[in-house]
């Protein structure tokens, strides 16, 4: 069976990283990377369709790597306090959910993330205080702190 040499346009699952030339099954090629944009005949063209490719990725993720920064400077030094409903003064009858989180980031900042960029290690179900993170990609991670106070207690001035 004759193997035709393609140039990835793409990362491929168990076939190779963006910019590799590799040798797969004509039918593959034809009927799969060809057809969803993965990969091109190995040419010159293409090589020079490649490297503009690339140049256009690097440029939007630079761009997005900026506007992180920008939003994550907002962020910096972010202090949230949250009251509940204890059962005893430390246990909560519920917990402070992720979306409790992100809507208090909102009220507080006016910035609102996505559910996907909060990272919380555990779900928060006592009193205390916890410093989760925020990823928004590119290397940029924010930690804030959050405060969980009991709603019944005394606010202490």
């Given at each position: 069976m004759?193997?035709?040499?393609?140039m990835l346009m793409d990362n491929v699952k168990k076939l190779g990283k963006s910019g590799e030339i590799v040798k797969v099954a004509?039918?593959?090629a034809r009927n799969y990377l060809f057809t969803k944009g993965l990969a091109a005949v190995a040419?010159?063209?293409?090589?020079?369709?490649?490297?503009?490719?690339?140049a256009e990725r690097a440029a939007r993720a630079a761009e997005e790597?900026?506007?992180?920064?920008e939003v994550?400077?907002?962020l910096e030094k972010l202090e949230i306090t949250v009251s509940a409903a204890t059962t005893d003064g430390k246990k909560l009858y519920g917990s402070v959910s992720v979306t409790d989180i992100l809507a208090a980031i909102e009220a507080n900042?006016?910035?609102k993330i996505e559910r996907r960029q909060l990272d919380l290690e555990e779900a928060l179900k006592e009193v205390g205080v916890y410093e989760p993170s925020i990823d928004f990609g590119h290397g940029v991670v924010v930690k804030f702190k959050i405060t969980i106070?009991?709603?019944?207690a005394p606010a202490a001035e």
């Open positions: 004759a193997h035709i040499e393609v004509p039918g593959y040419t010159e063209a293409a090589k020079r369709r490649l490297k503009k490719l690339e790597k900026k506007a992180a920064l994550a400077k907002k900042r006016g910035i106070l009991d709603e019944a």
